[in-house]
């Protein structure tokens, strides 16, 4: 089996050698930037299959970097875990709504933070071999490509935006609350604040239209039949 390549961007030397040491001990790949703009360019020309982000880093911090990553055609599937000293619920939900899979703050034991970044990586890998197109109304939804096409015209969504749609359009018809959303979409180990389902919906809303996806009062949503 391949290795799997994890890049850490981070400005703290002494965290990056330490999470760089326990990695390898995992037989992960190791890439490592001390800013975010060198994250970024290591990001595009290696295409690592997991980022560990910091947030509060001088120059650019890290919601910029996930924003810039997440609007990157090529970089936009790279999952990401946010792991940062700052731990307002403001910031999680930036780091959240902008696409990020996880938000974990620190301080945190070397064990728990492996057992996240595997979560984090099975779940992609789960949802890299689901059906890889859907095509309801006048959407055709191709996770292969991570496009939207819409009467032949393309629309690129942040992922999290993309995989909402997805999950919800392969249900069509079928009512999910917004804690089966929050589960199926950013994973059932990470604590996400129901308003963030409801965010996600009605920018997808904005790009797409509005008769796709009903808001069932009291219940969730339904991608409509």
């Known amino acids: 089996m391949e290795k799997q390549t994890i ?10 050698d330490m999470i760089e040491y326990n990695l390898r001990q995992q037989d992960y790949d190791v890439l490592t930037a001390d800013n975010g703009q060198l994250g970024i360019q290591i990001a595009i020309e290696n295409k690592p299959n997991l980022v560990l982000l910091d947030v509060m880093m001088p120059g650019m911090d890290g919601i910029e970097v996930c924003d810039r990553m997440k609007e990157d ?30 938000y974990i703050t620190k301080p945190i034991s070397t064990s728990k933070l492996l057992s996240r970044i595997k ?37 690129h969504l942040p992922r999290k935006e993309f995989e909402l749609l997805y999950y919800l359009a ?15 979409v950013w994973g059932d180990n990470i604590y996400v604040v ?18 796709y996806i009903e808001t069932v009062k009291g219940v969730g949503y339904r991608f409509k039949e």
């Open 7 to 16: 890049l850490i961007v981070d400005d703290e030397q002494d965290l990056l």
């Open 73 to 102: 055609t090529d970089l936009r599937q790279i999952p990401i875990i946010f792991l940062t000293a700052r731990g307002d619920e403001k910031t999680e939900i930036e780091g959240l709504n902008k696409g990020a899979d996880d």
């Open 119 to 155: 979560a984090v990586l099975r779940r992609y890998a789960e949802n890299q071999e689901e059906l890889q197109q859907v095509k309801v109304h006048d959407l055709e939804i191709d996770k292969d490509r991570y496009i939207v096409l819409k009467n032949g015209e393309e629309y």
């Open 170 to 184: 392969s249900k069509k018809g079928k009512v999910r609350d917004r804690q089966t959303l929050l589960n199926k």
């Open 194 to 211: 129901d308003r963030t389902v409801d965010v996600h919906v009605r920018k997808i809303r904005e790009k797409l239209g509005d008769h």
